[in-house]
């Protein structure tokens, strides 16, 4: 071993137990438990290093939980910076100050097609050093032209653009070992579109490049919150198209009012119903399980204050249920082997 890594041409070579690429994983906790169950499988998870991409329909939300992402990466280093790439313009300074976000740490950079954003991207990493604290978000990938298809449209053509799909899989096949390397999540906000077919699926845009790059895909969909007739708000559907961590085809919630905005409690509810740390003993109502008969009665909309909730979250048994119920396995992948003994002692027992 000494000797591979002592002939090995890159300097970042070393014994896999002591790589600092598997063992030292950074971790961005966000506000929003169930958020943090999204991205890690762990109520005390979040954001790791890596591609991430938040998909969906218009008006979904996608920018919005980029933002969230945003928040808890400067909250967590007094010296990070984000780098934001801008094609769409939806996020203009009022939205940032809403989630409280610092507007001066943050590098706006507006982007008109694939190979700018391509061509700048890879120059700013390649100049950024493990260490540095920054975060990248584009807003969004979904529209971006390409070089071609802007050129033709100069020159008059109306001849279909064949480079997109490739451009998009270059740029993520060229970032995406930088982001592991230099330890930097990146954000990427993208549109989907509906397969055809007889039982039609939401597909993620941009073509297969984003799919094998990506650590963690995530499809919104939406619900709307009613009050009688009236709409109140709506609750985003976090379903996990492809994870490093969490089992796909999982589906959080994550509730947004017109009037207070993001419940930091959402999703947490259907969530301890299942695991049966809090039941219903009557239609609408809610009783913390572990207090027994003397738990008070809770409508919906109360249990969201964490003097409902703490108590909850800082039990052991619910947040191991929600890593045995989130989470992708780590134990052993092989099957246990079945020796010559055992099958002698199997006939015997016979």
Known sequence: MDKLQKNSTIKESNVLSKSKFFNTKDLIQTSVPALNVALSGRLDGGLTPGLTVFAGPSKHFKTAFAMLMIKAYLDKYDDAVVLFYDSEFGAPQGYFDSFGIDTDRIMHTPITDIE????????????????????????????????????????????????????????????????????IPAVVVNHTYM?????????????????????????????QEKTGTDITGYNFIINVEKSRYVREKS?????????????????????????????????????IAANGADSKNYRAKETYNKDFWLPILSDKTFTDWIESRYLISSGSIMQEEVSDEDIAEAYNDE
Do not use: C
């Open 116 to 183: 700018q954003l391509k061509h700048d991207m890879m120059s700013q990493l390649n100049n950024i050093e493990r260490g540095d604290h920054v975060i990248i978000v584009v807003d969004s990938v979904g529209n971006l032209a390409s070089k071609k298809e802007v050129d033709d449209a100069l020159d008059g053509k109306s001849v279909a653009d064949m480079t997109r799909a490739k451009q998009m899989k270059s740029l993520f096949r060229m970032i995406t070992p930088h982001l592991t390397l230099k330890d």
């Open 195 to 223: 397969e055809i077919g007889m039982f039609p699926k939401a597909v993620v845009s941009g073509g297969t490049g984003i799919y094998y790059s990506a650590d963690n895909i995530y499809i919104i969909g939406r619900q």
């Open 251 to 287: 589906k959080i919630p994550v509730e947004v009012s017109f009037e207070g905005g993001i419940s930091k409690w959402s999703g947490l509810l259907d969530m301890a119903m299942e695991s049966g740390h809090v039941v219903k003993p009557k239609v609408g109502w809610y009783q």
